[in-house]
């Protein structure tokens, strides 16, 4: 019934997203020779890894032989506050150099070492140079080679094309349904399991280093068919967006500044990490400027800088120095490497951070400091995942990259974003087609699930509402922003669940011009439902985490509570409503632990 | 600078036809081009279609012609006109429109399927892979590409001979061939596609692609050139082709 109304393509696994994760997940598949097509929103090789810029986080110890999966491991934990998904940070420790070795034999192109290996630089929070690069650029290089790897693998892609909800029967994943942006036409993808690989939902704030792309719909699709969520509190704002002029506030400004040997200032020229050093990471962290400054060079005799704390610590830092009155006019503070490194070295490892300023902020960062402050940048929860599948509490969905929870606790460490999409990707396709060849028989839609499916997305058309959907999400971004930002309290969470109510309602009665194709008034009504979603999923568990902890502050819970230091929020839609309860960390093995109570 | 408002005539349409529009907004300090269309999308006209991500010259998604010229709307500032200037925005000519601002590339994505693979030599002995920072330098400049397609979009080649595109590939996949053609590892051939289906020949180094690259990538000085160079070698030069029926290697 369906295939005579809509155009349906039948496959064993349908990738949704086609960034990192979406694109590994894709490659594995296939080679598994699983029937694979791979779906994305906008076209093949802009999702947002392509904007990533410092590095590949792993363990390969070119620079520093010291350094192993174990290190990596701990240092994962330790960043996340040991809230991580212990199984998931050791495949990820362990497995993360095989896949950045695996994309120089698809042709990527890292920058090297003397001795004609791929080059190592130093991040937050990892104790060792460890994040290959290519300048600050990784992300292009990285999504190129998979894109172009994908291409002559034959993989099919659907580009442009907006899968908007999953189909089930008996609680197992059909298919998908969506529409494709060019001319609004719906599409119907019949297959046995469906990996998702959408990213986050950092487009529901305001200051965001996220683009359109980023409204939650892996979450959301994956809460409409019942999965679970996770760690949906943790929400990263990462330390240096740009902040000035406000057209660009928001817009990412890599950790390599910092780790290539830029510092964090006030405007009394004061090197203000030094006074935030927090009791958890003191034994490793350098207390004088001049060892901090040793530090880049000599990892043995001298503690890692406190500019490269977790994001988590440098973003609260910022924030209090500003609310302090020690911050630039326009609200941030100053990242210094033009007084540090000279110009060439700037301009040979910074490369688009000079460009960046130098275009739209009329600044060269090789002569004067930039000015930065926090912005919304990386989703830690997400779906709720099994460690070594990815598959998720549905049969037949899976989950990869940012969109799922685990791998990074409570606070992401910069760099273990793309080695988290290429290990968990590559699981993702692995264990998809695995299980898609367990499903005998062809799988069928439910033609009344699709059909009221097309209703909903038709809605805007012919609501005789006067909501304008621009509106409406520009509301929600500074409901999030002012509400569920950086630091939290009780009582604005439960104000922002109120607003979110109401704009809900809202969303019921938006009015869309024009017609279907390419219409991105349309795409944007659309995209609120998920957009809401995410943002009730993530104030709701920012409400059952009475602590402060990594990417989640609350101004009424200030300290870490060991209580809470036990489990994870997990969340679920029962009958319409969204619950949350608190479940147990799985308990790790004695040996692992042992890695975590080293010393330095 | 204060909020000033500006004019901007943006083209409105699809493949049967389309018109520039007048729109009228705010402009705030800092603003570059692709603001004031979200600020039209916004306030004027919600189904405005445009491509854009990572509004920070990273993704290539917002090319456009502005006052004529081609560029990325997220890069260019509204400081960059004068005060009171009418300002047009329209599609890149060289690809069939789709809607407004918003063009079918897939040229490019089906030029790119055409490319033979990079196939990579053996490992050393020791089982890693050692190249030097000054051997892939070159090769970096090309992978800085961000897929923007505007090198394309101006080439003369394919923006006023719909004809050729058959036969020709463009700036972007000589600047693709030759990452892969000068890659240390790489051992696959591919200086026939480039002669024959890429059509290398049919460039005649008006060097427009390189003007109009957002990376300054030296499309034409340091891809399409030394290209042509290895076509000649191979099909032009006696002693080359003589030794070529010894050999079937490329370097």
Redo the contacts between chains.
Sequence with gaps: MAEEKYETHDYDVVIIGAGGAGLRAAVEASAQGARTALVCK???????T??AEGGIAAAMGNVYPEDNWKVHFRDTMRGGKLLNNWRMAQIHAQEAPDRV?EL????A?F??TH???ILQRDFGGHRYARLAH??D?T???MI?TLQ??A??KGIDVY?ECNLQRLLTDGGRITGAFGYWR?TGKFIVFKCKAVVLATGGGGKAWKVTSN???YTGDGVTMAMDVGADLMDMEFMQFHPTGMV?????RG??VTEGVRGDGGTLKNTKNERFMFNYIPEFFRAETAETEKEADAWYDDKKNNRRTPDLLPRDEVARAINSEVKAGRGTPHGGVFLDIASRRPTEYIQRRLP?MY??FK???DVDITKEPMEVGPTCHYSMGGVRVDADSTATTVPGLFAAGEVAAGLHGANRLGGNSLSDLLVFGRRAGLYAAEYSKTVKGAVDVDAGQIDLYARELLSPFESKGKE????VH?DLQDCMQNLVGIIRTESELKKALDVIGQLKERAQNLK????R??????H?ALDLHSLLSFAEAATVAAIERKESRGGHTRDDYPNTDPKFAKINIVMRRKNGDLTASQEPLPEMPDELKLLLEEKK | MAAQQVHMQVWRGDGSGGEFRDYRVEAGEGMVVLDVIHAIQAQHANDLAVRWNCKAGKCGSCSAEINGKPRLMCMTRMNTFQPGETITVSPIKTFPLIRDLVTDVSYNYEKARQVPAFKPKPKEADGTRRMFQEDIDRVQEFHKCIECFLCQNVCHVIRDHEENKKNFAGPRLFVRLAALEMHPLDTNDRIDLIKQKAGIGFCNITKCCTEVCPEHIHITDNAIIPLKERVVDRYFDPIARLMGLFSEKKK
Excluded: F
Excluded at chain 1, 517 to 522: A, D, E, L, M
């Design positions: 906008s076209l093949l090789g802009k999702a947002h392509v904007m070795l120089e034999e698809w042709g192109l920058d090297r001795d004609g290996l290519v300048g650029r992300g292009l290089e190129r172009q790897h291409v002559h580009m060019e683009s359109w792309e000035w002029p406000p057209s660009v817009i990412l688009s460009h960046q275009e739209l902020a304008n959907p621009y509106s520009t869309v011009e024009g017609n194709q390419y219409n991105p008034g349309w944007l």
